[in-house]
């Protein structure tokens, strides 16, 4: 079973040394991608987000196509190696923190928490990266996080992201249908037959996005919201 919260690049090694054989010489360097109905996936979006994206009805296991060429430039990011996920990774933690609190825990933290949060994650160790990954949850009840990271993607489109607090101008608690009436009205639509799935389930729209960023975010401390 491949992890939700994980990325292609970190699982698809065995996948590129048994199709690698079968590839003609001319292309068996060459930068491998993946495919589903057409859809070119993208490395840098969690494997659980492009699931729920594109496949959210389909049946398990996933088919993907396999490619070794005609790499798709206009639509796919390069990925030369591990370190280019990790670069991504710890740069999605930073800008989530910073939204969160101002940077200040992300800062404090030492290269040692970078690196055991980054490892937990590319080894599928959750103990090892909620050792680390904890601090960057933490709250009081008074002082919820300044502003909820989050990403809303479509099929076919670009993703949104703005700033969004926990709490609103009177002080009352935001929910996820405050955030989508806010940013995609047309999802709550009477009308509309968008669904709103956020790591594979689809959460009741009174649900407070503080408490969907604490419990739903993935490793990259980013709540991702898929509109199928």
């Not at 065995?14 to 859809?39: C, I, P, S, T």
């Not at 990774?89 to 940077?103: G, N, P, Q, V, Y």
């Not at 300044?146 to 926990?166: A, G, H, N, S």
């Amino acid at each position: 079973m491949v992890p939700r919260f994980s990325y292609f690049p970190l699982i698809t090694d065995k996948v590129r040394k048994h199709f690698v054989r079968h590839v003609h010489a001319d292309h068996q360097e060459g930068e491998m991608w993946l495919e589903y109905n057409g859809q070119s996936l993208k490395w840098h979006y969690p494997i659980g987000v492009l699931f729920d994206l594109y496949a959210y009805d389909s049946l398990l296991p996933w088919s993907l196509t396999v490619h070794f060429q005609k790499f798709p430039e206009n639509e796919l990011l390069h990925c030369p190696s591990k370190d280019a996920v990790e670069a991504h990774f710890m740069s999605m933690i930073k800008e989530a923190d910073a939204l969160k609190h101002r940077s200040q825990i992300i800062s404090n933290m030492q290269k040692r928490d970078h690196n055991q949060l980054w490892l937990g994650l590319q080894n599928d160790k959750f103990d090892q990266f909620w050792t680390a990954n904890r601090k960057l949850m933490e709250h009081t009840n008074d002082e919820l996080f300044k502003f909820i990271p989050f990403r809303i993607y479509q099929p076919d489109k670009p993703f949104i992201q703005r700033l969004f607090r926990p709490l609103g101008d009177l002080g009352e608690v935001m929910v996820l249908r405050n955030l989508m009436s806010g940013v995609v009205s047309e999802a709550l639509d009477s009308e509309s037959r968008l669904r709103v799935v956020i790591q594979g389930i689809e959460p009741p729209l009174s649900t407070p996005v503080q408490w969907l960023s604490e419990h739903f975010s993935h490793p990259d401390n980013f709540l991702h919201i898929c509109l199928v």
